[in-house]
């Protein structure tokens, strides 16, 4: 079946870049997603990246993505105590419905 | 802004009950869903509608059945909660268009004892 990977922990100092990776297995997705879960809240949409495009920029967010390795990546530049969260990527489905598959989420912490 | 509201932050019920969990989003999306996250397995699809009255079935549907009357609200039910049931339960809502972006509720944490 369908399986999204990810690291489950990811520790940084403060100012330093963080990536966080992610294997997908839908070469047909069409979307790839990255979400944030702060704690005790639900997950809001960070970022996505259209499947036909290899680097998406918004600010201090890198989103990189490899087709051939089914490997996307979220690169947070200068990392603040306040991006310390669970980081989930997810991809669209085929077979329409709008659905996505998520991945098991990487808890990122964020130490001065 | 869109909004997803659940109807419990916290909720604590005994093994056997019926369990309603609520979900109601104000932008007139077509598309809702229901998952359960647990650690290390990230977020499951248990059911999802695509309109009124219309559902069908996620990766792990047992023990749960949903039902949608109006296009607003999307009820999760366990019919007889089990301690395997206790997670944190996510609603989330989506339009048919664009790039799909799903827009989640606070979520409910849910413990069966």
């Known amino acids: 079946g369908e399986d999204v990977e990810q690291s489950l922990f990811l520790s940084v100092r403060e100012g330093d870049s963080s990536v966080i990776n992610c294997t997908y297995t839908d070469s047909s997705s069409t979307y790839l997603y990255w979400y944030k879960q702060e704690p005790g809240a639900g997950l809001q949409l960070l970022t996505y990246?259209?499947?036909?495009?290899d680097m998406k920029q918004d600010q201090r967010l890198t989103v990189l993505l490899n087709k051939k390795d089914k490997h996307l990546s979220l690169r947070i530049a200068d990392t603040q105590t306040g991006d310390s969260a669970i980081y989930f990527c997810a991809e669209s489905r085929t077979g329409g419905g709008n659905k996505l598959t998520f991945g098991t989420g990487t808890q990122l912490k964020v130490e001065l | 802004d869109v909004k997803v509201t659940q109807s419990s932050r916290y909720l604590v019920k005994r093994t056997g009950e019926k369990v309603f969990l609520e979900c109601v989003q104000d932008?007139?999306?077509?598309?809702m869903f229901w998952y359960r996250q647990d650690p290390g397995l990230g977020l499951r699809l248990i059911y999802f509608?695509?309109?009124?009255?219309?559902?069908e079935k996620g990766d792990i549907p047992e023990g749960y059945s949903v039902s949608r009357e109006k296009k607003e609200r999307f009820s999760l039910i366990l019919e007889s909660a089990s301690t395997n049931q206790t997670s944190m339960y996510l609603c989330a809502s989506t339009t048919t268009v664009g790039a799909y972006e799903q827009y989640f509720g606070p979520g409910t944490r849910l413990t069966v004892t």
């Open positions: 509608s695509y309109d009124v009255k219309m559902k």
């Open positions: 932008m007139d999306h077509e598309n």
């Open positions: 990246i259209f499947s036909n495009m």
